[in-house]
């Protein structure tokens, strides 16, 4: 089993007696069916319906003071915080940004041999492991303690990677993307039978109509990474923008109609002048409202 202190990741803490109301009615996923030790993938969009935040969370145990621990990325931590604060209006909760004193130990490739307070598995891909908020200090020891051994962040990256889980602000914009472009309806990160939430509308027609013409997909390339947003070409006629590599992998946002379309040509697809290929070219032909299975 492998582990890997992720120094991009905060904690956000909301609590207080209508905490769980309160971030239901904001958030993508629903929080009423959270407890102590599952996770749920989320968002916060803006009434528009684009991705502000994503994020994944857990309910603290009352060992732990209780409340919702939010795992974000940490450069949004603050703003996060903010957003909610100004939504709080006059609901009786409390915000804060414990990312100085906590962070996101990620451990993945076995069973843990322990299960540590404030772990959860991660909701988007079962291949991803666990999550444990806890401070940096103590990451080799509760390596130790689940039987992992600790490595660079940079292995949990290439994993994230090659399971074409994307990462926003490398395989999509914050602010630019749909839920659905970014496939949070297919890694678990909306709850369609909840009730309203912020952006609320936007998503759903995308999904009764199945409107949503970008996606997320994995890429193979045979040589060295094209850089991070770089356009993707097929012949002349850009069809998508390059995210994220590692290890001969990669992440790339693309106009799903448009690679349909160079795939029936026989239109070779490249990057920066370098070739990229579809790990699985029948995701582009899914439509747009199915599950993956």
Known sequence: MKSAFLPDRGVVKVAGEEARN???????????????GLGRFGALLTPQGKIIVDFLITEAPAGHGGGFLIDC??????GLATKL???KLR?????????????????WDGEPAAEPDLAFADPRNEDLGCRILIPEALKQKLSDLIGAELVDAAAYEAHRIALGVPRGGLDFMYNDAFPHETNMDRLSGVDFDKGCYVGQEVVSRMQHRGTARTRSVKILLDGPSPETGVTILAGDKAVGTMGSSAQGKGIALVRIDRVADALDAEQ??????LAVRLAEPEMVRIPAKQPIT
Do not use: H, I, M, R
Not at 73 to 78: E, F, I, R, T, V
Not at 268 to 273: D, F, M, Y
């Open 268 to 273: 070779a697809l490249t990057a920066g002048g």
């Open 22 to 36: 309160f971030l239901n009615g904001l958030v993508t996923t629903d929080v009423d069916k959270l407890k102590p």
């Open 91 to 107: 609901a009786k909760v409390t915000v804060e940004n414990l990312s100085d004193d906590l962070g996101v130990l990620a451990a």
């Open 85 to 87: 604060k100004f939504y």
């Open 73 to 78: 990325p940490k450069a949004l931590a603050d």
